[in-house]
């Protein structure tokens, strides 16, 4: 493994770490040359050898890299770390895992590591999510500018305390599966009132996703956005009242706390 440039090592290579990584490969953030995978699936090795990527079956091949991406399942991560080991010196790891925190990471990987946790949500398999970046004590600002370098290129970033990883679980991570289910209530009732199921889908996702984009785009929030489409008197206005009248708000609220109470009960070892 050459040491004239920095080494940049994936620990798993499956569907987030592989997209992630061919999507870094064509911005130009990385290079064949610098990037090494450990990757139990023979077929994935034998893909990115193809690309002219180095990719090992063993962790222990990436113990000279100086930037570590985990991407393994986190129950997979103990062993591989192990197989790993950990170091005196100091390197970056960046994981995806989720529900492991910096503590857990540096405990495995050596206490003079430098620890980003990420939280990338669904959208980004078609680059346009979003990715909680959460530099844990003792990561630097170069740490965090080569963090956000990659996730850029599948959606964008935001740079969060640790603190927040249940909270950003879920309203982010969790979030797509929100939208969903809004999204299948509102085909079943566009059926109901006699729109063909194909084209009643196309045109709910279209509206949803045009309406994020709104709400990207328009920085007045989304009651603004809501109050400039509701005419007094108006069809939106009373879908809008009845559907407050049963609680939407409230048991969206509701979804959201309880999500981030499962996320925290997971983190302390309750199943």
């Known amino acids: 493994m050459s040491k004239n440039s920095i ?17 870094a490969l064509q911005a130009g953030i990385l290079t064949t040359e610098t990037v090494h995978v450990a990757e139990r699936n023979a077929d994935k090795r034998e893909t990115l050898s193809s690309w002219g990527i180095d990719a090992v079956e063993s962790a222990a ?24 080991g950990d170091s005196e010196d ?5 994981s995806i895992m989720a529900g492991i925190g910096s503590d857990t990471i540096r405990e495995s990987l050596g206490e003079s590591t430098r620890v980003i946790c990420c939280m990338p949500n669904a959208p980004v ?7 909680a970046l959460m530099p844990a004590q003792g990561s630097t600002d170069e740490d965090l500018r080569f963090a956000s370098s990659l996730f850029d290129t599948i959606g964008s970033t935001e740079v969060l305390p640790e603190s927040t990883l249940w909270a950003v679980t879920a309203v982010s991570g969790s979030g797509p599966g929100y939208i969903s289910l809004v999204a299948e209530a509102m085909l079943q009732e566009a059926v109901q009132q006699g729109l063909d199921p194909t084209i009643a889908r196309r045109m709910i996702a279209r509206t949803i996703a045009g309406t994020g ?19 007094p008197g108006g069809t939106t206005e009373a879908g809008i009242r ?4 049963l609680g939407l708000v409230e048991a969206v609220r509701s979804g959201i706390k309880a999500a981030h109470d499962r996320g925290e009960s997971l983190a302390d070892g309750n199943q």
Do not use: N, Y
């Open 7 to 23: 080494q940049i090592g994936f620990l798993g290579c499956g569907d987030m770490g592989g997209m992630l990584l061919e999507a």
């Open 61 to 84: 091949e990436l113990a000279g890299c100086d930037r570590i991406i985990l991407a393994v399942r986190p129950q997979q991560f103990q062993s591989a770390a192990e197989e790993l």
């Open 90 to 94: 100091s390197r970056l790891a960046i």
């Open 125 to 131: 398999k078609i680059h346009a999510g979003v990715t």
């Open 213 to 231: 984009q709104l709400l990207v785009e328009h920085d007045d929030g989304p009651e603004a956005l809501r109050m400039s489409v509701t005419t």
């Open 242 to 245: 009845r559907m407050q009248e």
